[in-house]
């Protein structure tokens, strides 16, 4: 079991009326009886215990928690809100902390903006519970070498400074955006019109700064390959019907970045998917907006992109 969940579990008292199938006449859940050997995730929950992140009136059945232990994201986002200005946190975020609704969309969309290996993604939905927390926890271990990490973001602290920066790994000095990518994101402005920001936006989020493309691919931009186009395959996330599934599709193979740059713009220039998209080519965070649900399934595509865009000022490249 992930830690996350063991620290949620640690602090939630299990409904005595909760029954484990295979307990004697009488059992119920903890301070009831239960099998010899049984371990906390073969209790099967009722529909009505809510997870503590979910939408209002969200309830979660048994196979929503088996996903959970599974590793699959258990949440099922609706349309993501839209994050404040990146910048304006007013109050605390996390444990112990205010947790203003509008301060908890931002911190979470900057999470998800820079993501965070080994953590799934949030959802924005201005709620703070364990996910939120466990991912602050991972940040300030990982990225600030906190050893006794508290779970919570305040304004103009050190966490929050990580979160607008990027959080780039200790050790890491190279610039979050090379000259040669930013060149590249203009050059598809030049010639085609799409705002460099939402390029550069879609590099960082797309390939993890440049760090996680398919191999062989020089494929950032996670384009798949249609038929008669060199490919590479790899494993990818897609969210279908609300839940987030792993898949393995076919990626387009690229004999140098610059190609894929090329094609990236062109893509989005050419093709009638992104006809609405284009309607804003001198606005790149509503571009940004008309590309969810269309270039990816994540409900929070857009969010996402205008997090890294604020928080990097991507805009001056345009």
Same mark, same amino acid.
């Given at each position: 079991?992930?830690?996350?969940?063991?620290?949620?579990?640690?602090?939630?008292?299990?409904?005595?009326?909760?029954?484990?199938?295979?307990?004697?006449?009488?059992?119920?859940?903890?301070?009831?009886?239960?099998?010899?050997?049984?371990?906390?995730?073969?209790?099967?929950?009722?529909?009505?215990?809510?997870?503590?992140?979910?939408?209002?009136?969200?309830?979660?059945?048994?196979?929503?928690?088996?996903?959970?232990? #599974?590793?699959?994201?258990? $949440?099922?986002? /609706?349309?993501?809100? =839209?994050? !404040?200005?990146? &910048?304006? *946190?007013?109050?605390? %975020?996390?444990?112990?902390?205010?947790?203003? #609704?509008?301060?908890?969309? $931002?911190?979470? /969309?900057?999470?998800? =903006?820079? !993501?965070?290996? &080994?953590? *799934?993604?949030?959802? %924005?939905?201005?709620?703070?519970?364990?996910?939120?927390?466990?991912?602050?926890?991972?940040?300030?271990?990982?990225?600030?070498?906190?050893?006794?990490?508290?779970?919570?973001?305040?304004?103009?602290?050190?966490?929050?400074?990580?979160?607008?920066?990027?959080?780039?790994?200790?050790?890491?000095?190279?610039?979050?955006?090379?000259?040669?990518?930013?060149?590249?994101?203009?050059?598809?402005?030049?010639?085609?019109?799409?705002?460099?920001?939402?390029?550069?936006?879609?590099?960082?989020?797309?390939?993890?700064?440049?760090?996680?493309?398919?191999?062989?691919?020089?494929?950032?931009?996670?384009?798949?390959?249609?038929?008669?186009?060199?490919?590479?395959?790899?494993?990818?996330?897609?969210?279908?019907?609300?839940?987030?599934?792993?898949?393995?599709?076919?990626?387009?193979?690229?004999?140098?970045?610059?190609?894929?740059?090329?094609?990236?713009?062109?893509?989005?220039?050419?093709?009638?998917?992104?006809?609405?998209?284009?309607?804003?080519?001198?606005?790149?965070?509503?571009?940004?907006?008309?590309?969810?649900?269309?270039?990816?399934?994540?409900?929070?595509?857009?969010?996402?992109?205008?997090?890294?865009?604020?928080?990097?000022?991507?805009?001056?490249?345009?």
């Amino acid at each position: 079991m992930s830690e996350t969940w063991r620290e949620w579990f640690a602090g939630w008292e299990v409904p005595g009326s909760l029954v484990h199938p295979d307990a004697p006449s009488g059992g119920s859940g903890p301070g009831g009886s239960r099998p010899a050997g049984a371990e906390l995730w073969d209790w099967r929950f009722p529909t009505f215990v809510p997870h503590p992140d979910s939408p209002a009136g969200r309830t979660f059945d048994y196979q929503d928690w088996i996903d959970a232990f #599974a590793g699959i994201h258990p $949440l099922r986002p /609706g349309t993501a809100p =839209a994050l !404040p200005e990146a &910048g304006t *946190l007013s109050a605390s %975020v996390g444990r112990d902390g205010v947790n203003r #609704a509008a301060d908890v969309r $931002l911190v979470q /969309g900057l999470i998800d =903006a820079h !993501p965070l290996p &080994g953590v *799934l993604p949030l959802v %924005v939905d201005g709620r703070c519970g364990p996910f939120t927390i466990a991912a602050i926890e991972t940040l300030q271990r990982r990225y600030l070498g906190m050893t006794h990490a508290d779970g919570r973001v305040d304004p103009d602290g050190p966490t929050w400074r990580a979160l607008l920066h990027g959080h780039p790994p200790a050790g890491r000095g190279h610039a979050r955006f090379p000259a040669d990518i930013v060149a590249a994101a203009q050059h598809g402005e030049e010639t085609w019109k799409i705002p460099a920001a939402v390029t550069l936006a879609q590099w960082a989020l797309e390939s993890d700064w440049g760090r996680a493309m398919p191999t062989g691919s020089n494929n950032p931009f996670g384009i798949k390959a249609v038929a008669g186009q060199p490919y590479v395959e790899a494993t990818t996330h897609e969210v279908v019907h609300g839940r987030r599934i792993t898949i393995i599709a076919k990626f387009r193979k690229f004999a140098s970045l610059a190609d894929a740059f090329d094609a990236h713009a062109r893509l989005l220039a050419t093709a009638h998917a992104y006809a609405a998209a284009r309607r804003h080519l001198d606005d790149p965070n509503a571009f940004a907006d008309a590309l969810t649900g269309v270039y990816a399934t994540d409900p929070a595509y857009g969010t996402k992109l205008k997090a890294i865009m604020k928080s990097n000022d991507l805009y001056r490249y345009d």
